[in-house]
């Protein structure tokens, strides 16, 4: 449940921040890293689906660094 609140959150926060063609290649990366994470998930596959959670976090956190 934490995570979703955290993902939520990111995501938010990337869709309300002026869109570039920067913006929306992290936000279409981003998607594909939370895509492949919910993937591995539903099919049993929990490391890999965390290193996908955990890499989409990172990146979500250094889009809005880089957003401030």
Do not use: C, T, W
């Amino acid at each position: 449940m934490g995570i979703r609140i955290i993902v939520i959150a990111v995501l938010g926060v990337l869709v309300i921040a002026p869109s570039s063609s920067r913006a929306a290649a992290a936000q279409s990366g981003l998607k594909d890293r939370y895509d492949a994470a919910q993937h591995f998930q539903q099919a049993g596959k929990m490391k890999q689906a965390a290193a996908e959670y955990r890499a989409f976090i990172a990146e979500a956190a250094g889009e809005l660094v880089a957003r401030v």
